[in-house]
């Protein structure tokens, strides 16, 4: 990917391009920051030195092997990013594999319960215009076997249909940032989410704040939280959180 290859598909998105770069999120809280770009700019890195997870994780992106990039989005109603950006990639990248994509609350997407992609979504203080968000995703494309990923992470190399040639980054690029616009249109982008996951009906352990709650997810409600039934029959509501699924199906 180059930024030459990037700006044929982009059809005049506004785009910065990086062939390595600490984070394509920092870069763009800087941008917003600095010059108030148009909501839809974007920011892609081929490599990130320092990309960041959820939890202050690290995020790996090594040069030529995955996807990098941070959407800058004015949105009065924060609700609707995780579950349109899920979708998005989701609806990005199945046509191209075996298998479901599936998502898993809030922010991953998945294939067979391992993870695909990444997403980090961040406020940026603004009082000038709407409220701006990054919302900053990071794709494994061809994952080099020299690092250790883990086995709870793949990629869209190992699930490619045969039929299909090299994945062309920059159009993913591109088709996600459309879709992920194009998805922040209103409260029934839930029913799509919950279509898409694969959290619902499973028993979970969800590390809060303030401790961890373990049940079973029943439910998202109206303002896109993952609804829990404790052992004991109460329902807790958590906004945000880190999910472990156990592998059996209820
Ligand atoms: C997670 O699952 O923990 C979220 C990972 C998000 C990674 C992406 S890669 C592009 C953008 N820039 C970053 O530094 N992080 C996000």
Avoid at 66 to 78: G, Q, R, T
Avoid at 105 to 116: A, C, Y
Avoid at 137 to 166: K, Q
Avoid at 177 to 192: C, K, Y
């Amino acid at each position: 990917m180059t930024e030459t290859s990037l700006a044929e598909v982009l059809g005049g998105r506004p785009c910065r391009f990086f062939p390595r770069l600490e984070s394509t999120n920092s870069t763009a809280v800087e941008w917003v920051k600095n010059e108030a770009p148009p909501s839809g700019s974007l920011v892609v890195a081929d490599e990130q030195t320092a990309g960041r997870g959820r939890f202050n994780r690290r995020w790996m992106t090594p040069a030529g092997a995955s996807i990098a990039m941070s959407v800058i989005l004015d949105c009065n109603d924060p609700r609707y990013l995780a579950p349109a950006a899920g979708l998005a990639v989701a609806d990005t990248v199945s046509p191209l594999v075996n298998g479901d994509v599936e998502l898993k609350w809030p922010n991953d997407v998945e294939i067979d319960g391992k993870k695909l992609a990444g997403i980090l979504i961040e406020a940026v203080s603004s009082t000038a215009r709407p409220p701006v968000y990054v919302v900053g995703i990071g794709m494994n494309v061809e994952l080099p076997p020299s690092l250790d990923f883990g086995r709870a992470v793949t990629s869209l190399a190992e699930h490619r249909l045969s039929v299909l040639g090299t994945i062309q980054r920059e159009r993913l690029v591109a088709e996600t940032a459309e879709q992920l616009e194009n998805r922040l249109n209103g409260p029934e982008i839930f029913a799509h989410w919950k279509e898409r996951l694969n959290t619902l009906g499973r028993r979970v352990r969800v590390v809060v704040f303030n401790g961890s709650i373990e049940g079973t997810a029943v439910d998202v409600d109206g303002e896109g939280r993952l609804v829990v039934r404790d052992d004991g029959g109460q329902l807790h509501h958590l906004s945000a959180g880190d999910v472990t699924i156990s592998s059996d199906r209820l």
